[in-house]
């Protein structure tokens, strides 16, 4: 009987998962750096199946070299979500070429005691800087689209996970290989391929599709102040309130399918912390929320007045994918758009589904 390495096994669902996010038409670019972490990882289950199955030592010569690039897959795929990768300059690039040099040199040189440690450090770091981007919330993805700020957000947390079980688990490894003579070093990392392609796997629900579940908000300020400052903070926060719903109402900037916090602060002449601290605290709701309000509401009357395809009110009012118009219209209404508009046309539920844009707190 021929046999099969379990990780063997591994590779075609990876390779069955990297065809299907190709192929799959979501409405926005492919993301690159995530596409190639599923080859490198279909790659790494074969190199595993070779050393622990056939016992062929070279492919366990090559396995610390890919091992230290994928983190860099994982941060630049993370960073996709939120529109921050597009056209940065070679320089910018550089840094994340370290750390596969410096696990060649460790190679060339033969220092193997330091391969193991090398690697766990690079996962940690790469995990770290990607939860440096998100730990303040959504809001704090400025150059992601507001439509998918929440979606965004999820996804990079989800890849610092990712990043941080897998150095835990080369550290049990490593473990296994000094006090154990790695006598289940081939069944833990046949274990870590089965978790990759399971985490894989849930990453692209994550990233392909926006899941109804709350976005991390910033809380408003718990210091006790005196009341003169409470007093300038109100005033401050009523006077951008007025100048972003002025943006709305009158100039209907929640159209623009690229709204960003960044560009939103520009057009306001507004910090962009300001914006949203200012709107988290009168609403209670994080930009993208306040912003995809305006957007529903519109999308609302459309739908009453017009008979146009929901696709197109969908792109006109400022959304871009399905999905999230779906998640947002279901969150302000209750229902999706068809519902919505069968409803209103049959004169059930006028005043119950009718929406309402979420205004400032008194």
């Known amino acids: 009987m021929i046999f099969v390495p379990l990780s063997f096994v591994v590779t075609l669902p990876l390779l069955v998962l990297f065809v299907f996010m190709v192929r799959t038409n979501d409405e926005r670019p492919r993301n690159w750096p995530f596409l190639l972490l599923i080859l490198l990882a279909a790659f790494q289950s074969i190199l595993m199946g070779l050393r622990f199955g056939y016992h062929l030592q070279w492919a366990g010569l090559v396995t610390p070299l890919f091992a230290s690039i994928m983190p860099v897959f994982v941060y630049r795929g993370a960073l996709h979500f939120t529109g921050s990768v597009q056209k940065q300059s070679l320089g910018a690039l550089m840094p994340h070429a370290l750390s596969p040099v410096i696990m060649l040199v460790l ?4 220092l193997p005691q330091f391969i193991d440690g090398t690697i ?3 996962f940690i770091i790469y995990a770290l800087l990607i939860l440096h981007r998100v730990w303040r919330g959504p809001d704090e993805l400025r150059l992601a689209s507001l439509e998918s700020a929440g979606s ?20 049990l490894i490593s473990i296994n290989a000094i006090f154990y003579d790695a006598q289940w070093m081939a069944l833990a990392a046949t274990m870590g391929s089965i978790s990759t392609l399971l985490f ?15 976005d991390s908000l910033r809380g408003s300020d718990t210091a006790s102040q005196a009341d003169e400052n409470a007093s300038f903070q ?39 912390r300001q914006i949203s601290a200012a709107i988290n605290r009168r609403t209670g709701m994080n930009v993208s929320q306040y912003v995809n309000d305006f ?17 197109t009110i969908m792109l006109d009012v400022g959304f871009q994918t399905k999905s999230n118009f779906n998640r947002e219209f279901r969150r302000v209404t209750g229902m999706t758009p068809l519902q919505w508009r069968k409803a209103q046309t049959e004169g059930s539920q006028t005043d119950e ?10």
Do not use: G, W
């Open 200 to 214: 894989l796997s849930i990453a692209v629900a994550v990233a392909s599709r926006s899941r109804a579940s709350p």
């Open 295 to 311: 957007r529903i509401a519109e999308a609302c009357e459309r739908l009453l007045a017009d008979t146009v395809p929901v696709t």
């Open 107 to 110: 190679l060339v040189v033969r």
């Open 234 to 272: 109100d005033e401050e926060d009523a006077k951008t309130m007025a100048a972003i719903e002025m943006l709305m109402t009158e100039k209907q900037i929640y159209r623009d399918l690229d709204l960003n916090l960044d560009r939103l602060a520009r057009k306001a002449v507004i910090p962009s």
């Open 120 to 122: 766990i450090l690079i």
């Open 152 to 171: 965004a957000h999820r996804a990079l947390l989800y890849s610092a996970f990712v990043l941080i079980f897998s150095a835990s688990l080369d550290t």
């Open 353 to 362: 589904a009718s929406p309402s844009i979420r205004t400032e707190k008194d």
